[in-house]
């Protein structure tokens, strides 16, 4: 994938996981967006190591959807948990 499928990417699973996960976040829709392509990329790369399959096929492929949305969440409660301790 290009990188502008990995941004539209990271941007909408981003969304979904925002929807995934309501309340108070650190950041506004910038934020939603690197946390969402930063998830994106830990997914496939933890999909990767940890269960050795191709999670990152395609942009339509069920399989990086659900490695970046996981990766996503993941992300998105790291943030949430810094940020509450500051």
């Known amino acids: 994938m290009g990188i502008l499928a990995w941004i539209l ?4 699973a981003g969304i979904i ?7 108070k976040d650190p950041g506004g829709i910038i934020v939603t967006t690197l946390i969402g392509i930063a998830g994106a990329l830990l ?8 269960f050795d ?5 395609g942009f339509f492929e069920l399989s990086t959807w659900i490695a970046a949305i996981v990766g996503s969440l993941v992300l998105l409660a790291v943030a949430r948990l810094f940020a509450r301790h500051k």
């Not at 399959?53 to 096929?57: H, P």
């Open 53 to 57: 399959v191709d999670s990152v096929d």
């Open 9 to 12: 990417l990271g941007l909408l």
């Open 17 to 23: 996981a925002k929807m995934l996960m309501p309340g």
């Open 43 to 50: 997914g496939g790369w933890l999909g990767k190591v940890l």
